[in-house]
């Protein structure tokens, strides 16, 4: 192996829990993560672009209706998927009230429990589908969008890539989705950071 040259992460074989207690801190903070598929897998990772808009990705998805808009257990929530060459990245971030933390984090992981038992409905994946694809005609609309996209593909891999997103997207199915879900998103294996005040 060369000096330059970075290995893949390794698997999460449990959930890595980290605790960090700043003295000013006026409210929490929650980090999920869960190791993705490199671009190598690029429709697999174009599932979890998918599963993070509708769980924490927009206004009306999963999480941010239940915990912010109806309980109003956390300020806010979202969630992402970072598409890498090897070891890529689905996280899912939330700023809440310290004595939350441990509940939020429990309604998350049973969501995603939900997730891999019962697929999404036809409506919801649409709903994705056309975000990500609005997003992606939004990121090609200046020369300098263009060169982003495209350097950003052929870093890590080809830039021909960027223009098979949205037909990947187009092809997914809900029950490839839930496929997807229990692959990746396990509720016994991902890494947590908790920011607490002391």
């Not at 956390?74 to 689905?90: K, N, T």
């Not at 809440?96 to 429990?113: F, G, H, M, S, T």
Request: proline letters at 6%.
């Amino acid at each position: 192996m060369s000096p330059h040259e970075i290995k893949p992460e390794p698997p999460l074989k449990e959930i890595r829990r980290n605790d960090i207690y700043f003295p000013r801190l006026a409210h929490g903070r929650l980090l999920m993560g869960w190791i993705g598929p490199g671009i190598d897998q690029l429709e697999e990772g174009i599932g979890l672009d998918l599963l993070s808009v509708i769980l924490a990705g927009a206004r009306t998805s999963r999480l941010v209706q239940e915990l912010r808009e109806e309980k109003q257990q956390v300020m806010d929530i979202e969630s992402s998927f970072s598409l890498q060459q090897d070891s890529s990245l689905f996280t899912i971030g939330a700023w809440l009230d310290p004595q939350d933390l441990e509940e939020v984090e429990a309604i998350i992981c049973d969501r995603l429990k939900q997730l891999q038992k019962e697929p999404i409905t036809e409506t919801e994946l649409n709903k994705a589908k056309r975000l990500l694809c609005h997003d992606y005609i939004f990121s090609t609309e200046t020369p300098s969008q263009l060169a982003g996209l495209y350097g950003y593909y052929q870093t890590l891999a080809d830039a021909k890539l960027a223009f098979t997103y949205p037909i990947l997207i187009q092809q997914y199915t809900v029950e490839k989705l839930q496929q997807i879900a229990c692959q990746y998103l396990s509720t016994q294996q991902y890494a947590i950071t908790v920011m607490k005040p002391c």
